[in-house]
């Protein structure tokens, strides 16, 4: 059956035929709910509500906060030159103060599953404890290695993506949606990266990582969670042989675990055009260490502590 909805609010000035199916009032419930969240978010958060345009204007917003988590071109192989020895997507999010514990509790519970998937080779939730730039206000990052761009591409565009990002359920997108504006200031910005070279430890670690998003369901979020890790983020304006070696060197060090050379697969938005990221059983691993005592590079360098580590199985 087909009829007109009659108009009841001054931004509607016309009738619209509907048809009604149980899908469409799912849909269009949930659509009213997503208005009405933004509206009381707006509430809680500034102290002022929202009036019925600047909710509409707000609605696709909380939408992108949504699916703005990971964005990427659809280019399946890597035509950069030289071939790339794996590929790394990145989001940055800017967490609310005081924000940082929920936020942790939402990639603890969230549902994930990377390690099943082909390609996938480590993944963690980073917790910046120094910042590259004071103008930088992105404190946590999500970091997820890849062997190619390719494996990246087939996990985005299949419903490993879909389940990650709220599954199925309408309730559980909205969920996310709600969580994610709650915690965060506007949607996550991504960074990609071409690894030019990768260096493991001499010796293999002895604690192997099985965490990951979901891995800790019943964590409350009263606080933080204990660091598994330690990251170095040092940030160059392009690559060049110096980054190659260094990366080489610190094979040996005691507590190093891996590092990489990254060159950016995107026109970089910050002046980093290439990085060399090192990882460590510990932050006393990585200052006892020859990086650790080194003069900042030209682009700063970002420390983070690792949290829901996950590793590929072996």
Known sequence: QVRPIPSNSSRCSATMPVRRSPGLTVVLASCGLALLVGSQLSFVLTGTPQSESQRLRRAPALLATATAEVAATDAEQDTSAGASKSYIAMNRFMVRDGQGPAFEQRWAQRKS??????????????????????????????????????????????????????????????????????????????????????????????????GGPGSKPDFDGSSVMEPEIFVSFRRFGEDDASLKADSAQLAGAEGFRWSQVLNRDQEPDDGAGAALISVWDSRQAYEASALGQADSPPRGEALYEGVLVLEKKA
């Open 113 to 210: 599953s990377l390690k099943e998937l082909e390609g996938f080779e480590w993944f963690a939730l980073l917790r910046r404890v120094q910042s590259p730039d004071p103008s930088d206000e992105y404190t946590y990052s999500s970091f997820t290695w890849w062997a190619n761009k390719k494996n990246f591409n087939s996990w985005r565009k299949g419903p490993a993506f879909k389940e990650a990002h709220g599954g199925g359920d309408i309730f559980s997108f909205l969920g996310m949606i709600i969580n994610g504006f709650l915690t965060s200031k506007g949607p996550p910005k991504p960074c990609f990266w071409r690894g030019a070279q990768v260096d493991l430890a001499s010796v293999a670690p002895a604690v192997r990582f099985e």
